[in-house]
């Protein structure tokens, strides 16, 4: 039988559900259609349980040090099979709660593999949604005003490398061990590739870090690749950079990769590789054939307002590329179905958007790097300040790390700013208050920070490029 609705949304992750959500509030007739968990990557293989084990490692880590804080304890072992489970636990949790959301706003939940037709009996445009699933000999047929594809991504494999769930793992695959390997080759450098590495290195593995380009988070601001990178192996991480794997060979339950770099080879032994080298939109397999949308790079092409080629077909989060990031998805969700339900939203302004690494130090970034803003011919005024001269830094014991704030001389709007240290993923909330208001650096200064905080680094980092530091 046909039903026929407002939208039709093909995935429930983060993207998808925050979307189905806003619809309701709007009034549109909602239902989602997901293949696997409502929550999709960020919570089931994302966000949630990588932070959750970065915890653990992060308590870990802490009682090995508890005696620089004049704790005198000792860690008898650490138990991995109680780690996973507390990470479990705490998804299972969130899951509970984006179900009960999903209930409370009446949204509803088909379960099985959503596809687009073309024109049909049921309607002229492409667009009707088939529902495949296990449970129904035939599939179910939605007919929508709107289409909401938010179908996410997969971890992108390597032709030389291909996942195998026994010795080269995705990240997918990392969630599920059981105990924790001796060693690990982790290839690429980017935000997975770094906070498995943090989290791993201190729970003691051995890490080695394969990078093709020239630095760590190749993303971010040259200075914060070079302070990671020294933070980094300070705590015995091995980081091999412009370096490639040429060949590999699995053998008795471990790994040996040949790696070029410098156009010299060397070869590196581990029990388990993880290969984190982007991610690949989920497009195959939801009808796209069937429809006019243009495909570039693998990604779905949008417009400003998130509208395909065909212009009832909308499709948002990491399928369409670009920022792969959960609270980007949930924005461009919002903003698609307030388009549809003609609300007149304002487009996203991708620079204003923060983008966190939950490593050990933490990185956190908002605009243009100093590169970037250069390139771009800005006059820079830049103010750097080192996290060792904030009291609250020196109290938590880690007081490593800086935030640069880049600004354009002429005009003193903000330009970039770049953090690495403790807690810069919440501290990063500021800043980009700071960037929507369009704030100046001496209004930040200006900004009472109360004392002692990590936040205090603002004002000082603001004061420095205004070139009137107080504690420096
Ligand atoms: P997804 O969350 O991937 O959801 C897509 C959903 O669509 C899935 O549930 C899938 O089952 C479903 N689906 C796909 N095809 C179909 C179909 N044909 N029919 C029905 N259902 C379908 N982002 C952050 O902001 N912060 C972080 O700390 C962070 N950490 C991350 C850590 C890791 C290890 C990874 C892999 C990602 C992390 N991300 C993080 C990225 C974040 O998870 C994604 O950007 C976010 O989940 C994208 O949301 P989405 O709705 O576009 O897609």
């Known amino acids: 039988m046909a039903k026929e609705y407002d939208l039709v949304i093909i995935g429930g992750g983060t993207g998808g559900y925050v979307a189905a959500i806003r619809a309701s509030q709007l009034g549109l007739k909602t239902a989602i259609v997901e293949k696997n968990k409502l929550g999709g990557t960020c919570l089931h293989q994302g966000c949630i349980p990588t932070k959750t084990l970065l915890k653990s490692a992060e308590v870990y880590r802490t009682m090995k040090e508890s005696s620089d804080y004049g704790v005198l304890t000792k860690v008898e072992k650490l138990d991995f099979a109680k780690v996973q489970k507390r990470k479990s636990e705490i998804t299972e949790q969130l899951y509970q709660g984006v179900q009960m959301l999903i209930k409370k706003n009446k ?22 949604v088939s529902v495949e699933s296990d449970t129904n000999q035939e599939n179910e047929m939605l007919i929508p005003k709107f289409v909401l594809l938010a ?87 091995q980081i091999l950079t412009k370096a490639m794997i040429t060949d590999s060979l699995e053998k008795d339950n471990q790994i040996t990769v040949t790696v070029e770099q410098n156009g010299k080879k060397t070869e590196f032994t581990a029990k388990k590789m993880l290969v984190s080298v982007g991610r690949a939109a989920n497009t195959e397999g939801i009808g796209l054939e069937n429809t ?143 960037f929507v208001l369009d704030a100046t650096p001496d209004e930040m200064a200006y900004t009472i920070h109360p004392h002692p905080t990590l936040s205090e680094i603002f004002s000082e980092a603001s004061l420095m490029a205004e070139g009137r530091p107080i504690h420096l």
């Open 107 to 128: 949204i509803d939940v088909y379960n099985g593999i959503g596809r687009i037709m073309g024109p049909s009996i049921f309607s002229p445009l492409p667009g009707t």
């Open 292 to 434: 006019d949308i243009d495909i570039n790079n693998g990604f779905i092409q949008v417009n400003e307002f998130y509208q395909t080629k065909e212009s009832h077909i909308y499709a948002i989060g990491d399928c369409i590329g670009g920022m792969q990031l959960a609270h980007v998805a949930a924005r461009e969700g919002t903003i698609a179905v307030e388009h549809m339900a003609n609300q007149d939203p304002e487009p996203l302004n991708y620079h204003h958007v923060p983008k966190c690494t939950y490593s050990f130090p933490e990185i956190a970034s908002i605009g243009m790097t100093e590169k970037e803003a250069k390139n771009k011919n800005f006059e820079l005024k830049i103010g750097r300040f080192p996290f060792k001269a904030i009291g609250k830094a020196l109290i938590t014991g880690h007081p490593s790390g800086f935030v640069k704030l880049i600004a354009d001389a002429k005009t003193n709007d903000l330009l970039g700013i770049h953090m690495i240290g403790p807690h810069v993923t919440d501290l990063i909330s500021e800043a980009s208050l700071a």
């Open 151 to 237: 179908t996410g991504s997969k971890p992108r494999e390597l032709p030389s490398l291909p996942f195998n769930k026994n010795n080269i793992l995705s990240s997918d695959d990392m969630l599920q061990l059981d105990h924790l390997p001796e060693s690990i080759i982790i290839v690429g450098g980017g935000v997975i590739g770094l906070e498995w590495a943090s989290m791993l290195a201190d729970f003691d593995v051995q890490v080695t870090i394969v990078e093709a380009s020239n630095r760590l988070a190749p993303h971010e601001d040259e200075e914060i690749s070079k302070e990671i990178t020294q933070v980094f192996r300070k705590k015995g991480i």
